[in-house]
């Protein structure tokens, strides 16, 4: 029989968060990610895991294809994405819409030129 415990953390109001059934089980999909030109494929790193760490891949035209690590976290409706590549790092910040869907916010890369707008959309299975 599972179980689970938590120490030292108070419990977040129900309104607050949604729970981490419903939240972890965006980790099944894949997510189809935009940035300005470039299309992004983010794939759950372990399928079934349900631990947020992804891998994604970007192309846009002209340019070679860029691959990243990724760890995702979803507390509410707020997502998180940290992305790690030889380059460097990018932090995402984002909102998931009402739909649990789509999600869109604004990033920042340690190459970069300050926050950039993102949007994502999940890839439910039927």
Do not use: K
Not at 81 to 98: H, I, K, M
């Amino acid at each position: 029989m599972p179980w689970s415990a938590t120490f030292g953390a108070p419990t977040p109001a129900p309104d607050q968060f949604t729970s981490v059934d419903e939240s972890n089980r965006l980790f099944e999909f894949t997510w189809l990610e935009r940035e300005g030109a470039w299309s992004g494929v983010w794939i759950p790193h372990t399928p079934g895991n349900l631990d947020g760490l992804y891998e994604g891949r970007w192309s846009q035209p002209g340019s070679p294809v860029t691959i990243a690590q990724l760890a995702i976290r979803i507390q509410g409706n707020d997502v998180i994405v940290r992305r790690t590549q030889p380059q460097g790092s990018c932090n995402y910040q984002g909102v998931l819409a009402p739909d649990r869907r789509t999600v869109s916010g604004t990033y920042t890369c340690a190459w970069g030129r300050g926050q950039l707008p993102w949007s994502a959309e999940i890839q439910w299975e039927p």
